[in-house]
């Protein structure tokens, strides 16, 4: 089955305590990329990735930290994390194989940094 | 900067209705438009994809158009049901580079039976 796949699902933490957000997919494709939806904000962009060895800065990239050393998977990673960052998370791929080809979304990572 | 706003923000209708959900864009020069749905506490579902040269795109009872010269898109959905009832967004890659894109802040829809 075709999909994107992010753990944890839950993780409570604390400030400082450096975490890790894993992100995979399985559809071989080149465009990944991190979103936070915080309420009232809607969906923010993190960082994105059109291939391997390839980020990119979205709209809020303070705070966090990516690499992209495999096409299938694209970690989100909290160096010094803060209760300010306490959100759900998405992470999303997509083709670039054609033109318009649609994100597909995993099912999100809901952090809570105390 | 390319500014996307869905409005209203919220949507109840009794089952069997149409809906219609609008998406408005700032920056006409788009790549694409895409709409989603999101059921609470899961991920994006993509429902629909219009490219630039589109003026719509179908699929079952949905049905999304692009106006781009109005900065607008518009989905139908035809003859609701209670299992619509979720959050629809839309999104379009920004001009200034394919790989960011902006996300509209979403319609809650509720179907009542």
């Known amino acids: 089955e075709a999909q994107v796949t992010q753990n944890p699902r839950y993780l409570i933490t604390v400030t400082g305590k450096k975490l890790t957000v894993t992100c995979s997919q399985n559809?071989?494709?080149?465009?990944m990329s991190w979103y936070r939806q915080d309420p009232g904000l809607g969906l923010r962009q993190i960082y994105y990735?059109?291939?391997?060895?390839?980020?990119d800065k979205g709209d809020v990239p303070e705070g966090y930290k990516v690499s992209r050393k495999e096409k299938r998977n694209f970690p989100l990673i909290l160096e010094s994390p803060s209760p300010n960052q306490t959100s759900l998370y998405f992470c999303a791929s997509s083709s670039l194989t054609g033109s318009n080809q649609p994100q597909h979304f995993g099912d999100g990572t809901r952090l809570s940094i105390l | 900067k390319q500014e996307v706003t869905q409005i209203p923000a919220a949507l109840s209708v009794p089952e069997g209705e149409n809906l219609v959900l609008n998406c408005s864009f700032t920056?006409?020069?788009?790549?694409?438009l895409q709409w989603f749905r999101q059921d609470p506490g899961k991920g994006l579902t993509s429902l629909l994809l219009?490219?630039?040269?589109?003026r719509e795109q179908t699929s079952g009872r949905l049905n999304a158009s692009l106006d781009k010269s109005s900065g607008r898109s518009t989905l139908y959905i035809a003859a609701s049901q209670p299992g619509d009832s979720a959050t629809y967004l839309c999104a379009v890659p920004t001009t200034d580079s394919w790989g960011k894109f902006q996300f509209g802040a979403g319609t809650q829809v509720v179907v009542t039976p």
């Open positions: 990735s059109m291939n391997v060895e390839v980020t």
């Open positions: 559809m071989n494709h080149e465009y």
């Open positions: 920056d006409s020069a788009i790549y694409n």
């Open positions: 219009i490219q630039s040269s589109q």
